[in-house]
């Protein structure tokens, strides 16, 4: 019975293989045509060749240790390398590939270039913040630009996994809590990355990771197992993925976590009936760093033969650093445990990526090491860098004013804190080729503006506990007029293997910031962290907090003149920042429950039994301490209420493509008194669903610059995509609902909203 249930999923896999030929992507009949010639041409241990990737130092994880890969090479047995960079190193590699071994199949160079390569941009999360996907797209262009002239060409990016627990480490590589938002920067990374021809030699391959769920780690743990119904998976954490293979994506790559109890990879559900099967995928699926062996510590495999036929057959192509299939398929397919065309299949989408790339005509890089970021890139790395800061507070001064932006008249700063003058922090997390050289430290740039009227105390460590520092910055502060204390996390406590189960300052920094806040100077808290931090002691007492991220080679640059008002703040949070981390995994557009509560006054008891039978906290608020949405800037604006257009839409003619788009529009004014740019964002609820809707979803933002005291009329549109969901059939479509409508600056904000009707017909 045991033989025969495999025998029908082996089936089963091998029908969906070769159902993918009618797939929208990489069906271009020449390549097609090379590809089938040179299958046909080779071995068994040759296709197996090409199956195996090996890292050449830099590991994440537990690696082979195999130091003969020119030999490999020579012998078709690498189908490609990581973390070998510069052109030099890969062209001697590729020479044994292309000159010595018996077909001349290139070497695919491959490494994570996250957010940038030699040009360092500020990390995924805070490139979110920017609300910019234009910008995303322009710095996935130049990274592959650099990437590519020194043989990589194909990057692990982008992370478009949904993260809502700011616990985990690795919601620093992607673009925060939202589906909608997700989808469109999985949109501008690979159109970046691919260009607009795979084969130009400026092009590397996208890589859509981590397939799937793995931003939902139970407990925010890295490398924990997810849990999810299949309606959550659909609705939420897969849109992204599907984006990215719209897109045109190339490559996918299989996560490290059990979904569902089934290790994703080797998750047939995932990889073959919805990647494969119902989005006709042909391109390449790589497996994580060693997830094919870590199977057999998952428990769904007690050797490395086993780990590897399941991978394999639930549709992983290639095998990173476990040496597993290199190992094991050959003998598997002559016993027939492996059917021949699943291997086949997977080489197939191997030489398709390679023949696409135009690797077999171009196969060397011709660039010489990758020089310092010139002038065009600095000036992205800086325009990157100011539009991802995010205001989180402004409050007045003594004067009545808020204390951002600084006077530039300011006689005399203190800039207090252990990331103050750190370069190497301000990389952040993968940071590939990135030189601390290269980046231009606050303290620098602050000091260049303005010379001896800065005095710098770096305070404490990070981590530190010791308080021996303090006395150097109390006194720098007491002899300022304004404070600049520079706090948060260092580079390499957010990203993989990062998790934290305390989200505040590390070390002794609030200790640090509490004795500074007590000389009664005012103080400007800028944050650099690789998620959300919980700063409830600040938001009560600091005036102003800016969140920095971990902004790239122009950090100091960026927040001098944000600092000093030449760039206002524009970006916005694309994560909750919670007041407390017991909030955790905290995310705006959450489904209401039967007893819902807003924000509640902790300070007295519930005055009725009613009041406290709610969903809440007894010692925190429920509500984010920062939403996501959230963000000031130098001016601020005013909403009318949103009006809708049409009260009224058809669900049946939606889901047949023949109703017209509901419009939805408001009127958003400059009060203040400098021009400032706003995000204006379109939430919508939907109620009466077959099954329960969030409270609010981000359908629609638009970024927009008023004078002072500029008007202007904000319309967006809202049709079938913003309206279906996975309903209570699991099908994909709208339902008759009442649709509650904002336009708003922030998820949390109230404005006066709008209703319309999607009735049956």
């Avoid at 080797?266 to 060693?290: C, H, P, Q, Y």
């Avoid at 407390?580 to 039994?609: C, K």
């Avoid at 996975?726 to 904000?749: C, G, H, Q």
Wanted: with cysteine.
């Amino acid at each position: 019975m045991k033989t025969r249930a495999l025998a029908v999923r082996l089936a089963f896999a091998v029908t969906l293989l070769i159902a993918s030929a009618s797939a929208q992507h990489f069906t271009d009949p020449t390549i097609e045509a090379r590809v089938e010639r040179l299958l046909k041409q080779m071995t068994l241990e040759e296709k197996i060749g090409q199956l195996n990737q090996y890292s050449d130092g830099m590991p994440t994880g537990p690696g082979t240790g195999r130091a003969n890969y020119p030999e490999m090479a020579a012998s078709g047995r690498l189908g490609s390398v990581l973390n070998l960079v510069g052109a030099e190193k890969t062209n001697a590699l590729q020479r044994e590939a292309v000159e010595k071994s018996r077909l001349k199949i290139p070497i695919l160079f491959g490494l994570d270039v996250i957010h940038g390569y030699r040009t360092i941009f500020p990390i995924p999360l805070g490139l979110s913040a920017t609300w910019d996907p234009a910008l995303v797209e322009r710095i996935a262009r130049h990274s592959a630009v650099e990437a590519s002239a020194e043989g990589i060409r194909w990057t692990f990016s982008p992370m478009v996994d949904i993260a809502r627990d700011a616990r985990w480490g690795r919601i620093a590589e992607g673009s925060g809590e939202d589906t909608y938002l997700g989808t469109l920067y999985a949109r501008a990374y690979v159109r970046g990355y691919q260009g607009t021809n795979l084969a130009s030699p400026t092009s590397i391959a996208a890589c859509a990771k981590h397939y799937v769920a793995y931003g939902a780690a139970e407990a925010g743990r890295d490398y924990n197992t997810t849990d999810m119904s299949e309606r959550t998976l659909r609705q939420t954490y897969l849109p992204p993925f599907k984006a990215a293979l719209d897109s045109g994506a190339a490559t996918f790559m299989s996560a490290f976590n059990a979904l569902n109890g089934v290790p994703t990879s080797a998750n047939e559900f995932t990889l073959n009936r919805i990647l494969r099967g119902e989005w006709k995928f042909r391109g390449l699926v790589v497996s994580d760093w060693g997830s094919i062996g870590e199977l057999m510590p998952h428990g769904i495999a007690n050797d490395g033969a086993t780990a590897a036929r399941k991978a394999i057959v639930a549709g992983v192509d290639m095998d990173m650093e476990s040496d597993l299939y290199l190992k094991n398929l050959a003998s598997l397919v002559r016993s027939g445990a492996v059917p021949q065309p699943v291997v086949d299949e997977a080489v197939r989408r191997v030489l398709r990526i390679k023949f696409s790339l135009g690797l077999f005509e171009n196969p060397y890089a011709k660039a010489a090491p990758a020089a310092a970021p010139g002038q065009a890139a600095l000036e992205l790395a800086r325009t990157a860098a100011e539009r991802s800061f995010v205001l989180l507070k402004n409050a007045p001064a003594a004067n009545g004013k808020p204390l951002l932006p600084l006077d530039a008249n300011v006689k005399t700063i203190a800039l207090i804190g252990p990331l103050a003058d750190s370069a190497v922090d301000m990389l952040g997390s993968w940071e590939a080729q990135g030189k601390p050289e290269d980046v231009v430290t606050l303290r620098a740039a602050l000091e260049q503006r303005k010379g001896p009227a800065i005095a710098f105390a770096k305070g404490t460590d990070v981590v530190s506990m010791s308080d021996g520092d303090f006395a150097e910055a109390l006194k720098a502060a007491g002899e300022s007029d304004v404070v600049i204390m520079a706090l948060g996390e260092k580079a390499t406590m957010s990203g993989e293997a990062a998790s934290r189960s305390d989200l505040g300052l590390p070390g002794n920094q609030q200790k640090l910031l509490d004795s500074v806040v007590a000389t009664g100077k005012p103080v400007v808290l800028v944050v650099f962290s690789g998620r959300p931090l919980a700063l409830p002691w600040a938001a009560r007492n600091v005036p102003s907090i800016l969140e920095a991220w971990f902004p790239g080679v122009q950090a100091g640059p960026a927040l001098v003149r944000t600092l000093f008002g030449e760039a206002a703040p524009t970006g916005r949070l694309t994560t909750s920042f919670p007041a407390t981390v017991g909030q955790e995994p905290l995310y705006y557009d959450q489904l209401n429950t039967g007893r819902p509560t807003g924000n509640i006054d902790l300070s007295r008891a519930p005055s009725s039994l009613d009041e406290k039978y709610k969903s809440r906290y007894l010692d925190s608020q429920n509500a984010a301490l920062f939403p996501f949405g959230h963000g000031l800037t130098y001016t601020r604006f005013e909403y009318s209420p949103a009006t809708v257009g049409e009260k009224a839409v058809s669900a049946a003619a939606l889901n047949a493509g023949k109703a017209q788009p509901i419009r939805v529009s408001a009127e958003v004014r400059n009060a203040g008194q400098v021009a400032g740019e706003e995000v204006v964002q379109l939430y919508i609820r939907q109620q009466g669903t077959s099954v329960a809707r969030p409270t609010r979803e981000l359908k629609g933002f638009q970024r927009i610059a008023l004078a002072p005291g500029e008007s202007k009329q904000v319309e967006f549109t809202i049709g079938r995509d913003e309206l279906a969901f996975w309903n209570l059939d699991m099908r994909n479509a709208v339902e008759p609902a009442r649709v509650t409508v904002w336009i708003a600056p922030s998820s949390a904000l109230e404005t006066t909203p709008a209703q319309f009707e999607v009735t049956p017909k």
